[in-house]
């Protein structure tokens, strides 16, 4: 009888380990199930993920290729370009090359005064103004060509192009400085400097009928306001074929306290320092004795055997050391 009771003990053990195996199966393959209908939902309804972007070499190839295709955009000769504008270009939107189509100007070679060659340039910045016909009438005597920056901020349009014309009709060269003078905004971005380049640009052609192949850059081409900008911003100015000069010769008539005096040793010291010399002087009305030093600093540089000429996009730039 103990036997037999076992042995039935057993079979009733064996069914019930069936039927618990059986439920926790039920149970797992329930589980399985719900997890495979919740994946498939996922994939059905949730917005799907953005395509990857990009590496930035493709982006900048793609907007390159974009700003070339600008119908009248002239073709343009990398290898000429400043040996700083690869760089340059290849940092952060491009989508300003394809601005100002009509911005453009052949680059031309940049010929170094010879051995021996004494020159000077003398530039006037921040005209035209009530000082620029007095200043024309004394380079007239002293049979010296100029060349002049100009901006307009603060002037009086029609006064700053009769004054443009004028300087034009009497021989000298001209090129933009500015239209605002306002740093913070011109060098905030390459399309905010090319905004403002195109403005003095156009105001010049109206005045002058010239098309301007050079600039100089407000505050020279490095300065506290473009540290981030200046090297984007001279490369695309490079890439469209202008000149930009620095100067290597300050006559101080923009420091505090100049008098006509020190604007005269200052300027002739330098200059007879240098076989070559880009003079930074300064035309706004404010600048009178700028204007009344300019004789007296001609004849003591002719008498040093230096003569004087105007700046071209084939005269060898002076440029500021562009940060790394």
């Not at 200046?230 to 000149?243: D, L, Q, S, V």
């Not at 300050?250 to 200052?266: A, H, W």
Request: include cysteine.
């Amino acid at each position: 009888m103990k036997t037999v009771r076992n042995n039935r003990y057993r079979r009733k053990r064996r069914r019930s380990d069936r039927e618990r195996f059986l439920i926790l199966a039920a149970i797992i393959g329930g589980a399985v199930v719900a997890a495979a209908a919740i994946v498939v939902c996922l994939l059905v309804f949730l917005p799907k993920k953005d395509a990857p972007t990009p590496p930035p070499s493709q982006v900048e190839s793609q907007v390159s290729s974009e700003a070339s295709s600008a119908p009248s955009k002239p073709a343009v000769d990398m290898s000429s370009v400043n040996p700083n504008a690869a760089t340059a270009i290849s940092e952060g939107d491009l989508a300003y090359q394809s601005l100002y189509p009509e911005l453009y100007v052949p680059i031309v070679e940049k010929i170094p005064v010879k051995d021996g060659d004494k020159v000077v340039y003398l530039t006037y910045d921040d005209g035209p103004s009530q000082e620029t016909e007095r200043l024309l009438d004394i380079l007239d005597q002293q049979g010296v060509k100029a060349t002049f920056f100009v901006m307009a901020q603060g002037k009086n349009i029609e006064d700053c192009k009769k004054w443009m014309k004028m300087i034009v009709d009497r021989g000298h060269a001209i090129g933009v400085h500015t239209y605002s003078h306002e740093y913070k905004d011109i060098y905030a971005s390459p399309q905010a400097f090319l905004e403002d380049f195109k403005k003095m640009h156009d105001l010049i052609y109206e005045a002058t009928g010239q098309k301007i192949t050079m600039f100089r850059f407000a505050g020279g081409s490095v300065n506290a306001y473009n540290k981030a900008t200046c090297k984007a911003i001279i490369a695309e100015m490079e890439r469209r074929g202008y000149t930009y000069f620095d100067w290597n010769v300050d006559s101080g008539d923009s420091e505090k306290g100049d008098n006509g005096k020190f604007i005269y040793d200052t300027t002739t010291q330098e200059i007879l320092s240098h076989q070559k010399s880009i003079v930074l002087m300064h035309n706004s009305k404010a600048k009178k004795a700028t204007v009344d030093q300019t004789a007296a600093i001609i004849e003591k540089a002719k008498a040093a055997g230096y003569r004087f000429d105007v700046l071209a996009p084939s005269v060898k730039p002076f440029k500021f050391k562009i940060p790394e």
